[in-house]
């Protein structure tokens, strides 16, 4: 069931039961259809692409961006015309809230190729669905402001459950603007990093350092972790409650990984006690 939760007069938004973020691929004449178990339906046709992306094959000063123009039906009745784009300068325009949902561009395939027109039927764009919470609207970007450990990440639907003699943890320092840093620990290497973040559930993390030492231990330990590494930088949204936070992330291949954290509170993290001599950028 929905609830609706207005902020300061200004903000009026139908939120519904958490449930995990919901991938999702649509094109030109196939439309996107989801239902979560509680009977919420939403779908998505796709309208317009203007694509300006450097193509493959061509030199660029900028890698350009695009643009997705689709209409958003919930629950059969309310239809709204939104328009979400990738790899543009305000990151948040990756993202449009409607009627409780959430809906976050994660790629647009294929990718341009210099000299050759991509035909509009093959187009498919990959979009990451979630409820907005509650508790994000009434706890704003500061309740991200504490220690997370990862329980469990990989692609979406297929997480595998993250080793627990070994933690992976982060913790983020946001201001009320959206930006900031981050640190933690990947099990064996800390790292650091610079946030922005918006309230409707954007994020990018940047500036990734790490520490760069070999750790014995768990067998698995050091794959884990690369692993981990690997995604962060291509995490591009959250959703959260009090107690669990969920990053999703866009793969290589154009397909949607998540990050899954349980809430351990204010702590110290692995990071402070490592020598930040060792620290280089591994991506």
Request: aromatic share 8%; charged share 20%; hydrophobic share 40%.
């Amino acid at each position: 069931m929905k609830t609706i939760v207005c902020l300061a007069g200004i903000l009026c938004v139908a939120t519904a039961a958490f449930s995990e973020p919901v991938d999702t691929r649509f094109g030109f004449d196939q439309p996107a259809s989801i239902e979560w178990i509680t009977g919420e339906r939403i779908a998505i046709e796709l309208d317009e692409i203007s694509d300006s992306r450097c193509a493959i094959g061509a030199t660029c000063v900028w890698e350009g961006d695009v643009t997705v123009a689709s209409n958003v039906t919930v629950n059969g009745v309310s239809a709204e015309d939104v328009s979400i784009t990738l790899h543009g300068e305000e990151f948040d325009r990756a993202v449009a809230m409607v009627d409780g949902f959430r809906i976050q561009l994660a790629a647009v395939g294929p990718y341009p190729v210099i000299d050759t027109e991509t035909e509009r039927s093959s187009y498919r764009v990959t979009a990451v669905v979630s409820p907005v919470t509650e508790f994000e609207l009434t706890a704003g970007l500061s309740a991200l402001n504490t220690q997370w450990r990862l329980d469990a990440f990989g692609k979406l639907g297929q997480e595998v459950t993250a080793m627990e003699s070994t933690p992976v943890t982060i913790r983020f320092d946001i201001s009320d603007f959206g930006t900031g840093s981050m640190s933690g620990s990947g099990g064996c290497n800390g790292f650091t990093g610079s946030v922005q973040a918006a309230s409707i559930g954007a994020i990018v993390l940047s500036d990734i350092g790490f520490t760069d030492m070999a750790c014995g231990g768990s067998e698995g330990v050091m794959q884990q972790e690369d692993r981990f590494f690997a995604e962060l930088p291509h995490v591009i949204g959250f959703t959260m409650t009090e107690n669990r936070l969920v990053l999703p992330y866009a793969t290589i291949n154009d397909e949607v990984g998540t990050m899954i954290f349980s809430r351990l509170g204010p702590a110290s993290t692995a990071v402070s006690a490592m020598s930040w001599g060792q620290v280089k950028e591994r991506w």
